[in-house]
């Protein structure tokens, strides 16, 4: 468990709290470039890190991340008139470009000077990968972006999504790196998936208590689970912890590869933007109808909204009769299973009550490199792979191996998370 102060220290997001300013540090993923598409189109809202904003593409296509209210009276400039290469807000004319420099101050005589002296706030922004990302430090400690496989292939190749979770982002994180709730809350009762690699497979379903080795990466965490299979096979499954919020779950052979952020939207709800992509060729019709009915990857959404169609509110449609007879959580589709589970904790899980066991040892490895690092930059430290972006060139990974040789002794381990 923790304490009160270290829960406070891992969860708390907002301007001038540790764990918010180690995360402005980084470039951060907060809309889908799909989103804001069209040069003068809708203004996007969007809260971020406990901040109000609004995000819009100008005349000239460049991205404009600005406060959410006006310098001048502090309307909202959401419902502003996207035009002309800036943001005019809908009180009193005032027009802001994408660097929050006033432009125009109609309602101000011809001879004034006084738009010179006013700015709205204003972010970096950049469009990559399918994502609108921002980057929220000091002017000065600019970030380098991180080097994902998946920002070099074409658009034809990934498929991208965002959608909210209500709890905390660390505790909706958690769940990626605890391998041994598969073989309970995404598991079947009446049947085994045909590859036993499946999440409702027969290796999740032999050994249901996997051994962990946890090992800190300069990109921040790899999370091994060895489970014990067929007898004198072990079945390894490496996730991938990417500081500051990112996962990576290795996928079932053949299947599209995956990366999660798990965007703190405030202490008590978050964004996750997935992306699910194929280095090698383009994806397949029949992937992207299924992850856009959200099929174990991506969650089912109410069209042109971030809100799943199962949530708290409606019990995540939980059906108790196949609760009895087909799966172990009664709720359908994977991605709901989790929030259940993490929504369920409550906003900001009380991590004072908890009991901790040898199969949480990823998670306690995860709080570790998280607070770490917000105290580090307390004293002056800055994140070195903020500095450094090559580092996030990393896969999860999986591999299949005869019983006794160790993680660091396998060379099918170590390939399988390999870049090609």
């Known amino acids: 468990m923790l304490s009160r102060e270290d829960n406070e220290l891992l969860t708390r997001v907002g301007p001038g709290t540790p764990m918010g300013e180690y995360i ?33 593409r100008d005349s000239e296509g460049r991205i404009g991340l600005l406060d959410e209210h006006c310098p001048h ?8 008139r996207n035009e002309e290469c800036g943001i005019r807000c809908i009180y009193h004319g005032w027009k802001f470009d994408v660097t929050g420099a006033c432009v125009d101050m109609p309602n101000e005589p011809a001879t004034s000077t006084f738009k010179h002296k006013v700015k709205a706030k204003a972010y970096p922004a950049r469009e990559r990968g399918g994502f609108i990302w921002a980057y929220m430090g000091p002017p000065e400690r600019l970030a380098d972006f ?38 309970f809350l995404h598991s079947r009762v009446d049947r085994l998936a045909e590859d036993k690699m499946q999440l409702t497979g027969a290796f999740f379903h032999e050994d249901r208590a996997p051994k962990f080795h946890v090992e800190r990466a300069p990109w921040g965490m790899v999370a091994a689970g ?49 992306i699910t992509f194929r ?31 199962a949530h708290r509110g409606n019990d995540y449609l939980q059906d108790r009769r ?85 993680y660091g002794d396998s060379s099918e381990i170590r390939d399988s998370m390999v870049v090609r």
């Open 24 to 56: 402005r540090r980084f470039w951060v993923p907060v809309a889908l470039a799909s989103e804001i598409a069209e040069p003068d189109g809708d203004p996007l809202r969007i809260r971020v890190l406990g901040e109000d904003l609004v995000l819009f």
């Open 73 to 80: 009276r502090l309307a909202s400039l959401y419902f502003g």
């Open 146 to 183: 991180p080097a994902f496989e998946w920002l070099d292939v074409p658009s034809t190749h990934r498929y991208a999504s965002r959608w909210i979770t209500e709890c905390n982002f660390v505790q909706a994180m958690e769940g990626e790196m605890d391998t041994s709730h598969v073989g």
């Open 226 to 274: 060895r489970r014990d299979v067929e007898g004198d096979k072990s079945f390894w499954r490496m996730n991938q912890f990417l500081l500051p919020f990112y996962s990576m779950i290795p996928p079932v052979p053949g299947n599209a590869m995956m990366t999660r952020a798990w965007v703190p939207r405030d202490d008590e709800t978050s964004w996750v933007l997935c």
């Open 279 to 309: 280095p090698d060729r383009p994806l397949g019709n029949d992937e992207v109808a299924r992850w856009e009915a959200g099929v174990n990857t991506h969650r089912d959404l109410v069209p042109g909204t971030t809100q799943p169609r």
């Open 322 to 406: 196949a609760q009895r007879t087909q799966s172990f959580s009664g709720i359908e589709g994977v991605r709901n299973q989790d929030a259940c589970v993490t929504e369920s904790q409550g906003g900001i899980v009380d991590r004072t009550r908890e009991h901790l066991g040898t199969a949480d040892a990823a998670v306690i490895q995860m709080r570790k490199v998280m607070m770490e690092g917000a105290r580090a930059l307390m004293t002056g430290e800055e994140p070195a792979p903020a500095r450094d972006g090559s580092v996030y060139r990393i896969r999860a990974g999986h591999a299949v191996i005869p019983r006794g040789i160790a």
